[in-house]
C-alpha cells in the first residue's frame, strides 16, 4: 500500500475480534466433554471449595513467612492510611468519550490493586490491624458497576449492569477475591462475605455458564490467544475456590482441561509465539497458574504440562533470547522488555532443567494474590518426561515453521540478530523481513517494539495508519512509495538457511509482501559472522523493471551520528556500532523522529535509486 493509505484487510486479530463480541449476545456451540470426564473430576475434588495454600488462621504457616511479607506490610499500611478511591463514571467512560484506555483502567486499578497488599499484610500479622481496610476494599468491589475494562465494554453492557462480559480483568480479579475470603475466612464479616460471593456469581461465573453452554457468545473460549489462558484461569479458579457443589466445580476444571488446549494453538509446531513475547509472558503464566491450580484441587491427577505440545511453548522465553535477558521485541511487545526470569524460572524447575523452585521474590505468576500464595507450594518436578534444549546461550534457535531465526554471537561481547519472516498473529505488525540487533543489554537498532498503550484504533480498521505498526517504522524498505501487505496474508519461500559454528546465512524471498508493479523480484539475505565480536551484513536484492526509489529503514532508540553518506555511528548506554552502506546509485540520508503509542524513536532512511537489476548492502559492526 502506499504510504499514509488505509488497508481494512490488514486489520484485525485477536483484540478485534474480543471488541467485536463484546455484549454480543448470539448463541455459539456449547462445549463438547470427553463422556463422563465431568463424574472422573469430581471425584477427584475435596467436598468442600477451597482456595490454593492454607487459611491465614494456621499461624504455623503464615508465621514462618513474616519475614517475607515485610514490603506487603509496609505497602498495606500506607494503603489503609487512604481511603478506597472513590468510583468515576467519568473516568470508567473516558475510553468510550475518546478511545484512550488509560484514565479509566487507571481508575479500576486504584481500587482493586489495595486488595492483594493488604491481604497479604493481615495473614502475615494476623492482629486485624488491616481488616477494615480490607472490608471496605471488598465491600467497594463489590458494589461498583463492572470489573470489565472499559475497552473491553464496548456497548457499556458490562457498566450497566445489563449482561457481564467475562475478560482479562474481570476474571482474574474474580479469582483473586474468591481466594482472598478463603484466606481470610470469618475474619470477614458475613454481610461482605455473602456480597463479594453473589458478584462473582453474577460477573464471572454465571456468564461463564452462558459461555460455555453456548447461549452467550465469546471468543476466548476457543481462541488461540493469551485470552484463553488468562480467562480459564480466572474463572476457574473462582469456581474452584467458590462453589460449593462438586459437580459444578467439576465441570468448570473439566471445561479448563480441555479448552485452555487452545490456548497452544497460538504456537507454532515448532514452539514459536505467534503473540510476541511479550504476551507469550502474559499468556503462558495464566497457563501455568491454571495448570497449578487443576493440580492442587485434583492431588496431582490433572496435570497441564503433561503434553507434548506444552514443552515447546514452555521453552520460547528462553529459546527466544539473542543474548541474556535481550529479545526482539516484535508485534505488541514493548520495547525494551525483559524475560519474565520468574517465569522462565517456574518452567525450568517444571521440567527438571533446575533443581532450586523460583522464590517469592521472582513472583514467577506476577502480582495476583492467586500467583503469590501458590509460590509457596509449586507442582513438584514432572517425572517421566525427555525435554529438549531450554539453553539460551547455544549458537542458534531456529524456528522453521514459524519463520524467525535467532542467531547468538560466539563470545559475551559479540553481536546478535533476531531476524523474522513470518510468525505472525493478531499482535503482529506488517514487519515481514524485520529485524532486530542486540549487543550487551541492548536492542541496539531494527524493529521499534509496539505500543506503550492501547487505544480505540489499535485494533480497528486504523490500525495499520500508524508508522509504529505499519512497515514504515519497521526495518524493511518503502518501494517506490509502498508499504509492505498485511503481514498474516504472507508467507515468503526460506531461498538459503546455511548455518554453522562460523556464520549463519539466511535468505527470504520478500517479493509477495509487496504490491509494487514493475517489482519482479526482491530477496533479502542477512549474514551473521561469529569471528570477534562478529559482523551483521544484511543484503537486499532487487529486480525493478524500471528506475525505482529505495527507502531502507533503521529505527533506533538510541542516538545516530551521520559520519558521511555511506557511514553511520548508533549509540546505545555505552554500546556502539557502526552502519556501512553500499548502494549503486547516490544515497540520501534523512531522520524522522516518530512518537506513536508512547514510543519515541528514530527512523534513519537511507534513500537510493535501483535501475534493472540493483543491490544494497548494510554492514553493523561493534565498535569499542
Known sequence: MKLGAMTGAAVLGTFAAALSCAGNSTAQQPVELPAGRVQQIVAMLSPAPHGLGVPCANRAVWADRNAQLQNEVKRAEGIAAQPMPAWSDEDYLDFSHTGQRPRGEAMLHARQDRLVPLVLAECSEWKGRFVPAIIGTLDGLAEQPTWTLPAHDVDLSSFHRKRYRVELNSAVLADDLAEALYLL????????????????????????RAIFAGTQKEFWLRGDSNWNAVCLDGVTGAALALLPAREDRAYFAAVAEAYSQNYLKSFTSDGYSEEGIGYWSYGFTHYSLLRETLWHQTAGRIDLFRNAAVESSALFGHRFQMLPGVMADFGDARFGLSPNTGLIAYIDHAYGLQETAPTQQQRPFGESLVGIVDTWNLVPILQGTSHGSADSTTLRQYFPVAGVLVSRPATESGIAITMKGGGNGGHSHNDIGSFSIGLGLEQLLGDPGGPMAYTADTFSSKRFDSKLLNSYGHPVPMIDGHLEKDATTVKPTVLKADFSEQ?????????????????????????HTRAGRGAIEIVDDFDVASPTEIDEAIPTHGEVKVLDVHSLLFTMHGERVLVSITSPATVQVHQERINEYGNPFIRVGVKTMITGRGQIRIKIEPQP
Open 503 to 527: 556464520e549463519d546465512v539466511w535468505a527470504l524471498d520478500l517479493k509477495g509482501a509487496y504490491d509494487v508493479p514493475g517489482l519482479r523480484s526482491f530477496t533479502r539475505t542477512w549474514k
Open 185 to 208: 475466612g470469618n475474619a470477614i464479616p458475613l454481610a461482605t462475605q455473602e456480597d463479594v460471593r453473589a458478584a462473582i456469581v453474577e460477573r464471572t461465573l454465571d456468564p461463564s
